[in-house]
């Protein structure tokens, strides 16, 4: 046992002084009466006025002494003694989307929690508090300080994303391993995690039935670009079947309203088309959500960012293409224009949203501003001969210059070999044995480029369906914009924005797509961690998008799962976060409480 503040223990010295006071005769008042009979009946029973007979009776005494000693000893503040290193504490505290079960009672109970551990942080307890709200955040490194821990759990608020607690888990045993003394690792969820000896669960949740929006994903048609095939995912995790309706709004205005009965523990799936009409009238803001309330909001409600199809202007620099022309053609979301090489001036192409060469080159491409497409000859084209192409190779599934786009039957005779330039963020999506069919080039300014390897007369490209959509996809990319698909990110994810390019630090939310038109969002050019559903803006010199963020996921939809253990009763009552020198006050207060009860029903003096 160790004391804080032992000086004041010499209070001890006080104690002969209350012996004292409590033998101290009482000074008696003269008085006249008519007779000393009953008097003196009445001093004949009471020797304790004599001096030392009040000891016949010493309960009183031992009581106001009791009394002092436990106010003694609080005064002092008595610590258990520690081990070597004092102990060491980490608390991993659940911040994902589920935790705002029941309108945030469920992380509001964590928290408490988690108070009621940090209150009894102090000289040889050090707490340290983590938190996972889709990735691991350190909340406060190893503290002493109560308050100030308590102060931080207060500031905290759950995330809208999921994941798991591993990497959190990985970070807290790395915290203890370089502490000596005793370790604990303690972890508040609302669910039960993978059993570990080291580990200490808390649980705060109760079972309850959910629904919500399992997926929310976007195509173009094939043969409308402009419009957006939807797709929608439900989720019923609930102990009987459910009919659910989903509302879909765009831009803010509801367009359509399905009702579905989806069984116990399973999914439905639903999709629509969203017209090229209805997305060209606004801001593409296309959101989902489940019109019955249940025990979590954050799943009930999931958006996309629908490319609004307005119109992009394109130069086709040209001798004459029919399949190039027809490609342009064949997307309604581009204007095109064509001129012929020799009316060709130097800086036309700021005037447009791309500009396509057809195997020709401009003389002095290094000073000409806007995004080109080089299409069968570029600047970057090595001197010599076209080389044989012998396996043509998706080397980017994922590139959006080939978004359902199918290379299995292009056929290619002969292509240029590239001279990559320097100073260029290089993509290669196509490639033939290791060297590029095609390049996306893109500077730091935001300048883009896309050039090709092969033309329309050496390949069968320009016979199968994928041409336009390569075509499209290539205009639509150096415009800035992004193909259907590329714009959903999960809650909890990091966005880490390219050079010169900067995204909103906070979410637009539908109520708000009219609302902000004059206003200027915060943007940060850091990564950003994305803790709340809705849309994002992206910016980068040429354009901007948006991007959406939902939550979307079994696991945090998924009350079933939730449980409570004992120690929370304990917790929420507040009673095991008080220091021992608080019990000593306690029971003193309490022993006053009992000996002014016993002195006024004469049991005492």
Do not use: C
Request: hydrophobic fraction near 45%; proline fraction near 6%; aromatic fraction near 8%.
């Amino acid at each position: 046992m160790n004391f804080l503040f032992p000086a004041a223990l010499f209070l001890g010295l006080l104690a002969p002084v209350i012996v004292a006071l409590y033998l101290r005769r009482p000074r008696r008042s003269e008085m006249e009466v008519s007779t000393l009979m009953f008097w003196q009946k009445v001093l004949e029973r009471q020797p304790n006025r004599q001096f030392l007979g009040r000891l016949r009776n010493p309960l009183s005494l031992l009581l106001q002494l009791l009394i002092f000693l436990l106010l003694l000893l609080a005064l002092a503040r008595p610590e258990p003694a520690r081990p070597r290193g004092g102990r060491s504490t980490v608390i991993v505290l659940d911040a994902r989307a589920r935790m705002q079960a029941e309108n945030g009672e469920v992380f509001r109970a964590a928290v408490h929690a988690a108070q009621s551990l940090v209150a009894l942080a102090g000289p040889g307890n050090a707490i340290a508090v983590l938190s996972n709200e889709g990735s691991s955040q350190i909340v406060s490194p190893f503290s002493t300080d109560g308050k100030d821990l308590r102060g931080r759990l207060e500031a905290l608020a759950p995330s809208d994303g999921g994941g798991d607690l591993d990497d959190t888990l990985a970070l807290a045993r790395r915290l203890l391993a370089g502490k000596s003394g005793e370790k604990r690792l303690v972890v508040i969820s609302d669910r039960p995690g993978p059993e570990a000896a080291d580990i200490e669960e808390i649980l705060v949740g109760q079972p309850g039935d959910n629904a919500a929006i399992l997926a929310f994903a976007q195509r173009a048609l094939p043969a409308s670009p402009q419009s957006a095939v939807v797709f929608a995912r439900l989720g019923n995790f609930s102990a009987a079947s459910r009919d659910l309706e989903l509302e879909l709004s765009l831009d803010g205005r509801p367009f359509d309203l399905r009702k579905f009965r989806v069984a116990s523990g399973s999914e439905a799936d639903f999709s629509t088309v969203v017209p090229g009409e209805m997305l060209r009238s606004g801001r593409g803001f296309l959101t989902a959500r489940l019109v019955s309330p249940d025990r979590l909001a954050a799943d009930d409600t999931a958006r996309l960012a629908l490319p609004t199809g307005q119109n992009l202007r394109v130069l086709l620099v040209t001798e004459g293409n029919p399949f190039l022309e027809g490609a342009l053609k064949a997307d309604p979301a581009l204007t095109r224009e064509i001129l012929q090489p020799s009316a060709w001036r130097s800086g036309m192409g700021k005037d447009f949203a791309a500009v396509i060469f057809d195997q020709w080159v401009p003389a002095d491409t290094a000073s000409e501003t806007g995004a080109f497409f080089f299409f069968g000859r570029s600047p970057f084209d090595a001197e010599g001969e076209k080389r044989p192409v012998l396996q043509v190779e998706l080397s980017e599934p994922q590139s959006p210059l080939f978004w359902n786009v199918d290379v299995a039957a292009f056929r290619l005779g002969m292509a240029a070999k590239f001279d990559v330039p320097e100073g260029w963020r290089v993509s290669r999506p196509l490639e033939n044995a290791g060297e590029p069919l095609v390049l996306a080039l893109e500077k730091p300014d935001g300048t883009r480029v896309v050039a090709t390897a092969f033309d329309t007369s050496s390949t069968n490209f320009p016979l199968r369906a994928g041409f336009p959509l390569f075509i499209s996809n290539v205009v639509h990319w150096l415009a800035g914009r992004s193909p259907a698909g590329e714009n959903g990110m999960s809650a909890g994810q990091t966005y880490v924005p390219a050079e010169a390019e900067k995204i909103s630090l906070h979410p637009q939310l539908e109520k708000e797509t009219a609302k902000l038109a004059g206003e200027a969002p915060s943007l940060t050019e850091a990564p950003l961690r994305l803790k709340q559903n809705g849309f994002y803006e992206v910016r980068s010199a040429r354009a901007a998008r948006w991007i959406a963020v939902n939550t979307a996921s079994r696991e945090e939809s998924d009350l079933r799962t939730a449980q409570a253990n004992r120690s929370t009763l304990f917790l929420h009552r507040g009673w095991i976060s008080l220091h021992l020198w608080q019990w000593l006050a306690l029971a003193g207060l309490a022993l006053i409480l009992i000996e002014w009860r016993l002195h006024h029903r004469r049991v005492t003096e």
